[in-house]
Nanobody
Framework: QVRLVESGGGLVQAGGSLRLSCAAS????????MGWFRQTPGKEREFVAA????????FYADSVKGRFTISRDNAKVTGYLQMNSLKPEDTAVYFC?????????????????WGQGTQVTVSA
């Protein structure tokens, strides 16, 4: 089992930055792949970014490419999502997720463990 706890969300003006953290416990950090998703009311959970076990490979949604950076520190058993140049349309609850699969997934069903989510609100 892997337990994930997100932090770092909040209210920021458009153009600002936030860094989300995802602290993992239960297993060694390097044994799973990680992803970030976001969700707004009435909509399905949307892929944001994902990272391989060793951090060598990263993947992004087109909507955040060039603005967001996913990373992980396996020594600290923590994943990160650095969000720059934030836009009002980035407003959502952000979830981190971990996967035991043998591939990095861009869909929510490809993940086995989820955090509780952290709210990010970007004002115009």
């Amino acid at each position: 089992q892997v337990r994930l706890v997100e932090s770092g969300g909040g209210l920021v003006q458009a153009g600002g930055s936030l860094r989300l953290s995802c602290a993992a416990s239960g297993r060694t950090s390097s044994s799973y792949r990680m992803g970030w998703f976001r969700q707004t009311p009435g909509k399905e959970r949307e892929f944001v970014a994902a990272i391989s076990r060793n951090g060598a490979y990263t993947f992004y949604a087109d909507s955040v490419k060039g603005r967001f950076t996913i990373s992980r520190d396996n020594a600290k058993v923590t994943g990160y999502l650095q969000m720059n140049s934030l836009k009002p349309e980035d407003t959502a609850v952000y979830f981190c997720a971990a996967s035991d699969r043998d591939y990095v997934s861009k869909i929510s069903t490809g993940y086995d463990y989820w955090g509780q989510g952290t709210q990010v609100t970007v004002s115009a």
